[in-house]
């Protein structure tokens, strides 16, 4: 199991495009994949799970993966993240 946690800089947060991109991006990967933002987890893979945890800018999440490909996937999403969903 692989644990990163990031904060969320852009501008909208983790909503609309931004939790689309990282559940499509989430989706290529076949480790099990959760996000933890204000107590509550979800799927990373499920855009409406994403978008039910109210990720704002500047809220602080932490993912976790599980699974052959965990630290490739974390790395992925963590890249995105830092690149503010290409913004």
């Known amino acids: 199991m692989t ?3 990031i904060v969320i800089n852009n501008s909208v947060g983790l909503h ?3 939790a689309a991109l990282f559940a499509e991006l989430a989706q290529k990967y076949t480790a099990n994949i959760s996000v ?3 107590q509550k987890t979800v799927n990373a893979k499920s855009l409406l799970g ?3 945890l109210g990720a704002s800018k ?3 999440i932490e993912i976790v993966a599980e699974g052959l490909d965990e630290l490739e996937a974390i790395n992925a999403l963590i890249s995105l993240i830092e690149n503010n969903f290409g913004e």
């Open 3 to 5: 644990k990163r946690k």
């Open 50 to 52: 994403l978008l039910g």
């Open 36 to 38: 933890t933002c204000n």
């Open 58 to 60: 500047g809220s602080s």
């Open 16 to 18: 609309a495009r931004p």
